[in-house]
């Protein structure tokens, strides 16, 4: 059965609860392939907790989560991570030991010198493909316009640069479904422009993006569907510019 | 003089073995095998059982399973795969769910843990008063003792060339950078596809079997083995000597294992002893060796010789 016409995530009733804490709370929604969709809300509405459990972090309390036709409910992060759904965290992570370029050559999937038979056999069996690799890596740090601090160990790098780092580690591994927790948090103002292009670019090309935002100004030129959460709960979704007018979105953003 | 100069030859083969072993484990993948010592006892045991004959042979003043009488290349050998498979058992203990630092005091626990029972299941490797594979045992045959104890540092010193050349394999190239990524940050590892519990528990066989032959051509040399030799303070020196020379760097750990393990721990036998105060001297050694592991981790964490990266140059 062909998946092209199905959406390429789709939320069905999804529940985590802390303790007494219904941080996500009966959440459904879908993505539709090639787009770009946001995830907004005051804060504690369970935005960040949701993409937690949609990016197998956080185990499901309840509900089903189903990407690109296949049911991965409660997969973890490493396997989700294989089949072409890759998040970035709140925080960025990074390598701090590695060099920066090397953040992005780790992400590369299905590498040859990892393998058992890679590591007996040494350079000679994964050499051509590590080369194709670092020049795939240059090009995107040079995207990134950060090719100068390439062979800077990456606990070097400031807070922006590193979340930069993660977003190109996480592009390196060509996902399908690019879930982004606050992307541009602690970016410049031109780093996180050239940002937004790319993302819309990527969009373009057929790749899929799930990204909670603060900035609504961001999600209003990115997003073509913005889901609005508050409580735990979906409370609207819709065109930023149409969600703008709602009351029910206003109030949220009021009281929450 | 020239005796000792041969036994500080073999200490130090075997406890570079073990060094790197934990370095790949704790400064590379980011384990901290606190029962790293387990996989040393596990190849000890395991060659003196593989050496000598059947226990229940008459005159046999000890007790222990198994007794295969093989040679001594098989025996080393099974050291080894013993060292993995204790390894692995440990790895699964800890690594499964819990955080480093939880897994850390679990791996201690399991050190702890299995001196006890060794001691006390006399039966299993004859208790307290542990295994001895003397008097008569004679690797190489009826040769003169000198020539023999200079064959022994040979062979350990073959068995560490290839051990370091098998160590690189795992610490460089694109399986080193994926482990340090794993040491790193677990998490964001994960996010990228990367299964960090396989890749440790493969740290773990590995780094285990470097462990399990130390043990095994240690305990050829000395004769014998008890739980007494293996409590886990062994563990720190190796810790230390890990710490010192610089955690993932295999070069700087190998520095770190000939000062630490040598130069402290053995040099400290070559000082007279304190007038009143025997034992003391041995009790200094160690306490250098914490206050060099807290001084190292507070002024210089990343050691004598940090890890180092390669270099690509942000060219064309």
Redesign the interface.
């Known amino acids: 059965m062909s998946t092209e016409g199905r959406p390429i995530l789709e939320v069905h009733d999804l529940v985590r609860h802390f303790g007494g804490v219904k941080a996500v709370d009966g959440v459904s929604f879908e993505v539709q392939r090639g787009t770009i969709t946001g995830l907004i809300g005051p804060n504690g509405a369970g935005k960040s907790t949701a993409l937690n459990v949609i990016g197998g972090f956080v185990p499901p309390g309840g509900g089903r989560i189903v990407f690109d036709g296949e049911d991965v409910t409660g997969w973890p992060m490493h396997r989700l991570a294989r089949r072409g759904l890759v998040r970035t965290f709140q925080l960025a992570r990074v390598f701090g030991g590695l060099t920066s370029i090397e953040n992005l050559m780790v992400a590369a999937p299905e590498q040859r010198g990892e393998t058992v038979l890679g590591v007996l056999a040494g350079a000679p069996y994964w050499g051509a493909q590590e080369r194709d690799l670092l020049a795939r890596s240059r090009d995107m740090m040079r995207s990134f316009g950060m090719e100068v601090k390439a062979d800077e160990p990456a606990r070097n790098l400031s807070g922006g640069q590193k979340r930069a780092v993660e977003t190109m580690r996480a592009l390196m591994t060509k996902p399908k479904l690019l879930l982004l927790d606050e992307p541009m948090a602690g970016l410049s103002p031109s780093l996180s422009r050239q940002l937004e292009d790319l993302f819309l670019q990527l969009a373009a090309d057929g790749m899929t993006l799930l990204l909670v935002e603060h900035e609504l100004d961001t999600v209003d030129r990115l997003c073509s569907k913005v889901i609005v959460m508050a409580q735990g709960k979906v409370l609207s979704e819709g065109k930023m510019s149409e969600l703008r007018a709602r009351k029910e979105v206003q109030d949220a953003y009021v009281i929450g | 003089m020239e005796f000792y100069l041969i036994v500080l030859l073999v200490y130090l083969g075997t406890d570079l073995l073990a060094a790197w072993g934990l370095n790949l484990e704790f400064g590379v993948a980011g384990v901290a095998n606190l029962a790293f010592i387990l996989t040393i006892a596990a190849g000890a045991y395991a060659f003196v059982v593989f050496t000598l004959g059947p226990s229940a042979a008459a005159g046999n003043f000890q007790q222990y399973v198994g007794g295969f009488s093989m040679p001594f290349p098989v025996a080393v050998a099974a050291g080894g795969v013993a060292g993995a498979v204790v390894g692995v058992l440990i790895g699964i203990t800890g690594l499964k769910r819990l955080r480093q630092d939880y897994q850390a005091v679990a791996m201690l626990v399991v050190s702890l843990m299995a001196a006890t029972v060794v001691s006390a299941d006399t039966p299993f490797l004859n208790g307290n008063a542990g295994l001895v594979v003397l008097p008569n045992y004679k690797p190489f045959g009826d040769q003169d003792p000198e020539v023999q104890r200079w064959l022994y540092v040979a062979i350990v010193g073959v068995v560490c060339v290839a051990g370091y050349y098998v160590l690189r394999?795992?610490t460089r190239?694109?399986?080193g950078?994926?482990l340090?990524?794993v040491?790193?940050?677990e998490?964001?590892?994960?996010?990228?596809?990367?299964?960090?519990v396989t890749s440790r528990l493969w740290v773990q066989a590995v780094g285990g079997a470097f462990g399990g032959l130390s043990g095994a051509l240690l305990v050829a040399f000395i004769g014998g083995w008890s739980p007494g030799t293996w409590a886990y303070v062994e563990t720190l020196a190796l810790l230390t000597a890990v710490i010192v020379g610089g955690m993932?760097n295999d070069l700087g750990v190998s520095i770190g294992t000939f000062l630490i393990a040598i130069l402290l721990l053995q040099g400290v036998q070559f000082l007279p002893q304190i007038p009143g105060h025997i034992g003391l001297k041995e009790d200094l050694g160690w306490i250098v060796l914490g206050v060099m592991t807290i001084a190292f981790i507070w002024l210089r964490p990343r050691g004598m010789v940090p890890?180092r990266?390669?270099?690509?140059?942000?060219g064309?």
């Open positions: 394999k795992f190239g694109p399986i950078r994926t340090r990524a040491r790193d940050d998490f964001a590892a994960a996010a990228i596809g990367k299964n960090v993932g890890e990266r390669p270099k690509y140059g942000g064309s």
